[in-house]
């Protein structure tokens, strides 16, 4: 039974029988509930178990007080506590296990294709993406989006920028999400008005991107209402985002009220493009860090200013370190420059072959509340999160009030240990 806000519903007649009360369910909020009893006294000309439900005689004032007593009551001890989203990105290259998917709130599959201006997928990520969508069968509260773009990917720009070519891109998304039985679609255009992937951009990106995301959101709801996707139920829209520079090509208080939430970045803050060392995906500024250093947290505050709701922001953490070589060795490789950039490494290779082992130490940042692993004899130097930065995330995102967490990528934690310490820390 689907109880309304502030309406009064009566229980089943064996409950108000054991109790010898009316007993009714108040929904004060939809996520607060109280009880109430009301005294009564039974008829004596009526056998047990067919006497109607009395209303409470003259006790309005009792009534009264009862229900101020319920809304302090649920408010203070019956309130669920604030759904934190757990958000996974799933790549196409990778197969997904069904191990720990129960923890997982939504999976998105990464990516689909743009091709002259459409949301496509080929046959291979069609499959790949069947996987996931299977898992709902056991896994019914499981959301499965789509993922279009990626870095390198381009077409965006030329696809925004006029009304056709936009409509064309938003249909044929709401289309592909309908099709594949996915839940919603989120966009990944690195980056608006940037062009360091190699993909064309213009100065109108930022007003076109706007317009496209209104087209998309406008496309997924009316496909939506063709499949009773509606309400609570819609089609979900989110986009990946960065943060610094990289962020200035998007009208965040623009495109804000027609999004579910925003995937952000807040990962690979130093890589084979910076100049050194560092923590590519810190919570918190080191004290070695300049003062404009990319954060975790000054890229929620960036997007706070411009006017985007806390719950919609969704930070990032990384199930896979960054290492460096030829580090200079102060400060055992933090934030030192270095010869070249070796690479990724996924969790349980760090678990397996780096820390604590042939020779890299593992030490922890207190001030960034981030780890990072130092090899003394080779200067090697990696970047990484692990349970304890995990923990400290979702520490954050609940006293910031925030949306949730997301990460790249799902087949990178094969044991758990990360998705684990994530669910942990928020719930």
């Not at 506590?81 to 999976?107: C, E, F, M």
């Not at 579910?260 to 923590?279: I, R």
């Not at 925030?402 to 928020?426: N, T, V």
């Amino acid at each position: 039974m689907a109880y309304s806000w502030g309406e009064v519903y009566p229980i089943d007649r064996p409950l108000r029988q054991a109790c010898r009360a009316t007993v009714m369910r108040l929904a004060i909020h939809p996520r607060i509930h109280a009880w109430l009893s009301l005294p009564w006294l039974p008829r004596s000309d009526i056998p047990p178990g067919t006497e109607p439900m009395r209303q409470p005689r003259p006790l309005r004032h009792m009534f009264t007080t009862l229900l101020v007593t319920a809304v302090l009551f649920g408010a203070g001890a019956q309130a669920t506590a604030p759904h934190y989203r757990i958000v996974g990105y799933a790549s196409r290259w990778n197969p997904v296990q069904d191990k720990d998917i129960s923890k997982i709130d939504t999976l998105i599959f990464a990516f689909a294709q743009l091709k002259d201006g459409r949301v496509v997928l080929d046959h291979a990520s069609a499959e790949r993406l069947h996987q996931l969508t299977a898992l709902k069968a056991t896994h019914p509260s499981l959301q499965v989006d789509i993922s279009v773009g990626g870095w390198s990917v381009g077409g965006f720009s030329e696809a925004a920028s006029t009304a056709a070519g936009r409509q064309a891109f938003a249909d044929s998304a709401a289309q592909l999400v309908a099709t594949h039985d996915a839940d919603g679609l989120d966009v990944d255009w690195e980056y608006p008005e940037h062009h360091e992937s190699g993909i064309h951009s213009s100065p109108q990106d930022r007003a076109h991107f706007t317009l496209l995301l209104k087209a998309i959101r406008a496309s997924l709801d009316r496909v939506g209402a063709t499949q009773g996707r509606t309400g609570t139920n819609h089609y979900t829209l989110s986009i990946a985002a960065a943060d610094g520079p990289f962020v200035n090509g998007i009208d965040l208080a623009a495109v804000a009220p027609t999004l579910d939430w925003f995937n952000l970045m807040t990962y690979d803050f130093v890589n084979a493009m910076t100049p050194t060392t560092g923590h590519h995906t810190g919570l918190h500024a080191s004290a070695l860090i300049a003062g404009d250093g990319r954060t975790t947290d000054r890229a929620v505050e960036q997007f706070l200013a411009a006017g985007v709701p806390a719950r919609k922001l969704v930070i990032g953490a990384a199930f896979y370190g960054r290492e460096f070589a030829g580090v200079q060795p102060a400060h055992h490789g933090l934030y030192q420059r270095y010869d070249h950039f070796q690479g990724m490494l996924p969790w349980p290779k760090l678990k397996a072959d780096y820390i604590g082992k042939h020779g890299y130490v593992r030490y922890w940042d207190a001030t960034a509340q981030a780890p990072w692993l130092w090899n003394a004899k080779t200067r090697s130097f990696i970047t990484y999160d692990d349970p304890q930065s995990i923990a400290a995330k979702a520490t954050f995102v609940k006293a910031h009030h925030l949306g949730g967490i997301m990460y790249w990528e799902q087949s990178l934690d094969s044991s758990d240990e990360l998705l684990d310490a994530m669910w942990r820390g928020l719930h």
